[in-house]
């Protein structure tokens, strides 16, 4: 069975072209459910290159879903022996203004567009950028 992945390396998403904000916000909550950003904006703020964007993609699949743990590996299998959307497509890139930035061993940490470090990632030749997607189509 083919595994898919969203991973990057050394690349820089920067938010969408038709983004709403001009600076990063913090996702919110619908009710007593997180939303997917603010699933991922959680897992990210307090783990900067903990995750890879595969890692992150599942967990927050799993979380959701209530998958028990123990299943996991099972279940990951699965869920990526079919295409998956990647950080292009999340909401923070897409609508609440955070960068995502994958190092070199494709782990993954949030950078808020109005900050140096968004700034300055831009700038570096070393570092490959793409746009996240944007929200209209046009």
């Given at each position: 069975?083919?595994?898919?992945?969203?991973?990057?390396?050394?690349?820089?998403?920067?938010?969408?072209?038709?983004?709403?904000?001009?600076?990063?916000?913090?996702?919110?909550?619908?009710?007593?459910?997180?939303?997917?950003?603010?699933?991922?904006y959680e897992l990210l703020i307090d783990h900067p290159y903990q995750y890879t964007s595969d890692d992150l993609i599942f967990k927050?699949?799993?979380?959701?879903?209530?998958?028990?743990?123990?299943?996991?590996?099972?279940?990951?299998?699965?869920?990526?022996?079919?295409?998956?959307?990647?950080?292009?497509?999340?909401?923070?890139?897409?609508?609440?203004?955070?960068?995502?930035?994958?190092?070199?061993?494709?782990?993954?940490?949030?950078?808020?567009?109005?900050?140096?470090?968004?700034?300055?990632?831009?700038?570096?030749?070393?570092?490959?950028?793409?746009?996240?997607?944007?929200?209209?189509?046009?």
């Open positions: 069975m083919k595994e898919h992945t969203t991973n990057y390396f050394d690349t820089l998403i920067e938010i969408a072209e038709d983004s709403p904000v001009k600076q990063a916000e913090i996702p919110s909550i619908k009710g007593d459910q997180k939303t997917i950003a603010y699933i991922q927050c699949h799993a979380l959701r879903k209530e998958i028990d743990p123990v299943e996991w590996q099972e279940a990951r299998a699965d869920f990526f022996s079919k295409g998956q959307a990647c950080m292009r497509a999340s909401p923070l890139t897409k609508r609440y203004g955070w960068g995502v930035h994958s190092d070199h061993s494709g782990k993954i940490a949030l950078v808020a567009s109005e900050s140096d470090e968004y700034h300055n990632l831009q700038k570096d030749q070393q570092v490959q950028k793409v746009k996240a997607m944007r929200s209209k189509k046009s």
